[in-house]
């Protein structure tokens, strides 16, 4: 007789990524040949550009095929401070390869700051919505992630006051994404230097999630470290998985003082120990052939530039119900007049059974009352997408 699995007390609350459902079900749909428009995707559309995948062809000729060090390769260690330094103002301490830890991807840096920095008891303040995973990161850390929720008036970004209010004894750090996902919004200089002058006079660490920021629309993102603001509690994240279309090679890293890059380091030596050696490669090449890799940004950003214009001029009348897309390639839309306890969810199901359309739930960002429209495809598809989106919505459930 077959005995159950019962999950473990590390497991038991997880949910099920709210990305990964819906490219599922697409896939599923196109298995039984039913066209699908798929704005669920949270990549790039584009291929890696090719001098990196020549470097990283050659790396392997070279012999790049083995165990490296687990916080990184040197070279490449190098690069990402070298790169970090590219943005600080002048007089900032620049940073330095000891404090840089490269991983399999972004979320494994995101995962190793948490586990490292949080434990049982203490609580992490989350402006929400946010991307899933923060929440069941903190999750597995078995700490407590308290969503704090930005206002539609406001792109809904949170502000240091609401943050403030959200705080307790037991806060000890906050998580931070600008430009966003879900939202696409991007943090003014004015609304980030208030929120770490909140995290330095309450003493939390503050991870802020980067990814996004060459992905920009209305001017600079800008990084956390280009502020005036002290850094001994500032964990920075980042990777080459979106602004150079390398989501695939699985490449992130974390810039954090010495001695948490080292817990970090430790974390990772027993969860998965170094990336791979010839994706650390393709990354040394994205971020030290600058010429190259800066115009192949350029391109990418030009090109999500414009669909996000043309998806917003799809949405006509529409418009003002989403959040205003200053950065990354999501579009977040208010779908709450569709009524019920999870309209999001009853729209996207209705939007993929009626026009084969996948877009993304915002329960699962913790927002029921949204959908989440990615334009990480070509423009004619995103179009037609949100145009199908806006039938919906004007015809009702």
């Known amino acids: 007789m077959s005995r159950p699995f019962t999950p473990s007390p590390n497991i038991v609350r997880l949910k099920e990524s709210a990305t990964l459902a819906v490219a599922a079900r697409a896939r599923a749909l196109r298995a039984q040949g039913i066209p699908v428009i798929d704005l669920g995707a949270g990549e790039p559309d584009f291929d890696t550009p090719a001098f990196i995948r020549q470097a990283a062809a050659a790396a392997v000729e070279a012999g790049a095929t083995r165990y490296t ?12 401070a070298a790169e970090a330094n590219r943005w600080l103002p002048a007089g900032a301490t620049p940073f330095s390869a000891s404090e840089v830890v490269v991983s399999n991807g972004s979320k494994q840096s ?13 609580e992490v303040l989350v402006p929400t919505p946010s991307w899933t995973s923060y ?3 903190l999750e597995l850390a078995r700490t407590t992630a308290v969503p704090v929720f930005g206002q539609a008036a406001n792109g809904l970004k949170v502000t240091a006051d609401e943050l403030e209010r959200a705080a307790t004894p037991r806060t000890r750090g906050l998580m ?3 430009p966003c996902n879900p939202t696409g919004a991007v943090y003014s200089r004015h609304e980030l230097e208030e929120i770490l002058a909140l995290a330095d006079r309450h003493g939390w660490w503050v991870i802020s999630d980067e990814i996004y920021r060459r992905i920009a629309y209305d001017g600079e993102a800008l990084s956390l470290s280009q502020l005036d603001a002290p850094r001994d509690r500032l964990v920075l994240i980042n990777g080459v998985a979106k602004a150079y279309a390398m989501t695939g090679w699985r490449i ?8 948490l890059s080292k817990a970090m380091t430790a974390v990772q030596s027993h969860a998965t120990s170094n990336p791979a050696a010839v994706s650390q490669h393709a990354a040394l090449a994205a971020l030290t052939r600058l010429d190259e890799s800066d115009a192949a940004v350029k391109t990418m950003v030009a090109a999500f530039h414009a669909r996000r214009d ?14 205003h897309p200053a950065g990354a390639f999501y579009l977040y839309l208010d779908v709450s007049s569709v009524g019920g306890d999870d309209p999001g969810a009853a729209f996207a199901a209705a939007l ?17 009352g949204w959908i989440r429209a990615s334009y990480a495809t070509a423009q004619a598809t995103a179009v037609e997408g949100v145009q199908r989106i806006v039938r919906l919505l004007t015809e009702g459930l």
């Open 69 to 80: 060090a687990t916080e990184g390769i040197p070279p490449l260690r190098d690069a990402i």
């Open 110 to 122: 995101l995962y190793n700051a948490c586990v490292a920095l949080f434990g049982p008891g203490d």
């Open 135 to 137: 929440y069941e990161m």
């Open 176 to 178: 931070l994404n600008s």
């Open 252 to 259: 992130g890293w974390s810039i954090a003082p010495v001695a």
């Open 310 to 323: 043309a998806v917003l001029d799809a949405l006509g009348a529409l418009a003002p119900r989403a959040v």
């Open 352 to 368: 993929l059974d009626r026009y084969q359309v996948a877009v993304v739930p915002g329960s699962g960002f913790y927002t029921p």
